[in-house]
């Protein structure tokens, strides 16, 4: 199993930045993309970003510019930084990553449990 722990979240004004942590946990193979996704309420979750291992990036078109996703990898970690934030991001910010787990012999997805972002004045 894998465990995703999330942390970093809160309540930014508009303009502001704030980074997103997700550390990644348990009897992991290796993890192959890593991403950020968010859900607003009454909305589906999308994605935020996402960054392969070999460090390959894709961002919604509406973070470009000014979300940037990272990871390290010794510490099977990924990173949001999030500048210039609108009352518009507000959501959950769910971690995701793709993971072989020892004694399954498989890639699967797991989610982390989400952590708040608010923008608001």
């Known amino acids: 199993q894998v465990q995703l722990v999330e942390s970093g979240g809160g309540l930014v004004q508009p303009g502001g930045s704030q980074r997103l942590s997700c550390a990644a946990s348990?009897?992991?193979?290796?993890?192959?993309?890593m991403g950020w996704y968010r859900q607003a309420p009454g909305n589906q979750r999308e994605l935020v970003a996402v960054?392969?291992?070999?460090?390959?990036?894709n961002y919604a078109d509406s973070v470009k510019g000014r979300f940037t996703i990272s990871r390290d990898t010794a510490k099977n970690t990924v990173y949001l930084q999030m500048n210039s934030l609108k009352p518009e991001d507000t959501a959950v910010y769910y971690c995701?990553?793709?993971?072989?787990?020892?004694?399954?012999?498989?890639?699967?997805?797991?989610w982390g449990q989400g952590t708040q972002v608010t923008v608001s004045s």
């Open positions: 960054i392969t291992s070999g460090g390959r990036t």
């Open positions: 348990g009897t992991i193979v290796s993890i192959y993309d």
């Open positions: 995701n990553a793709e993971a072989v787990v020892a004694g399954t012999g498989g890639l699967y997805n797991y």
